[in-house]
């Protein structure tokens, strides 16, 4: 019954910074282990972050790591990604993911349909 649904993304000037969202319905996603996935045309799935069930602690992909922050809030049962500095090697579809792991697995078992974000100028 678990749903996620992704909302934010947006055309978006190289420099710039956008809020994404992820909408959870039917579970509390403090007790699930989170993550943000991007994916452009022709290049695989990047992992760029995991918030782990219950703790909430993060980790944040090299890649993004300095630019992009991620949150959770429990009262509103939302996943964010805060994306700064952006760049067009940042443009791509976002998705969100859960999963009931304690670690932040390769494959995860539920996922939202994804937003797209486009940097350019």
């Known amino acids: 019954q678990l749903q996620l649904v992704e909302s934010g993304g947006r055309l978006v000037q190289p420099g710039g910074s956008l809020g994404l969202a992820c909408a959870a319905s039917?579970?509390?996603?403090?007790?699930?282990?989170l993550g943000w996935f991007r994916q452009a045309p022709g290049k695989e799935r990047e992992r760029i972050a995991c918030?782990?069930?219950?703790?909430?602690?993060?980790d944040i992909a090299d890649s993004v790591k300095g630019r992009f922050t991620v949150s959770r809030d429990a009262t509103k049962n939302t996943l964010y990604l805060q994306m700064h500095s952006l760049t067009t090697e940042d443009t791509a579809l976002y998705f969100c993911?859960?999963?009931?792991?304690?670690?932040?697995?390769?494959?995860?078992?539920?996922w939202g349909q994804g937003t797209q974000v486009t940097v350019s100028s």
């Open positions: 993911a859960a999963d009931r792991a304690s670690h932040c697995p390769d494959t995860f078992q539920y």
């Open positions: 039917g579970e509390s996603l403090i007790y699930l282990t």
């Open positions: 918030v782990y069930k219950v703790s909430g602690s993060t």
